[in-house]
């Protein structure tokens, strides 16, 4: 099964992404969590990843399929929830084009909405550990009184 979640920022599409995975052999792919973890891997990639970021600039296309493919080469056959990708429609042409080559489609593409007040909300009660890319909000998963991280001890 091969899932894709759209959304704004807050929708709730990680979350929602981390329920579908838990239990049926899926794997969540987040754009967001692969650049955290490919600028702190120190590949060629990942160096490119951070000198994009570094300068404050948009990752590529190019870049983020990149890494949506070396991520589809891995997976065992349990099949995949994408969380907020495809951005672009060169980004859904690529992961189209990725899912021909393995034999798979997709099962269901799922726009979440949201309203804005509810969105803002949820947003302005965030934040997220600099180390791990962990996730906190002051209402549902509050950040613990001495700011280290739950996941990494970092902050």
């Keep these: 099964m091969n899932i894709i979640l759209l959304g704004p920022p807050g929708a709730g599409k990680g979350t929602q992404a981390r329920i579908l995975t838990e239990g049926r052999g899926m794997i969540q792919l987040s754009t967001g969590d692969m650049l955290r973890e490919a600028r702190s891997s120190g590949t060629e990639m990942g160096n490119r990843v951070a000198e994009v970021m570094d300068r404050g600039d948009l990752v590529t296309d190019e870049i983020v399929i990149g890494l949506i493919e070396e991520k589809l080469e891995g997976e065992s056959g349990g099949g995949f929830i994408f969380d907020g990708f495809p951005r672009t429609l060169a980004q859904a042409d690529a992961l189209g084009d ?6 798979q489609t997709l099962t269901a593409v799922i726009e979440m909405s949201v309203d804005d007040a509810a969105l803002v909300a949820r947003i302005s009660g965030r934040s ?9 909000n ?5 950040q613990p009184e001495d700011g280290k991280c739950t996941e990494c001890g970092g902050t």
């Design 98 to 103: 990725l899912l021909a080559r393995k034999g």
């Design 128 to 136: 997220t550990c600099a180390s791990c890319g962990e996730v906190y």
């Design 138 to 142: 002051d209402l549902t998963k509050p």
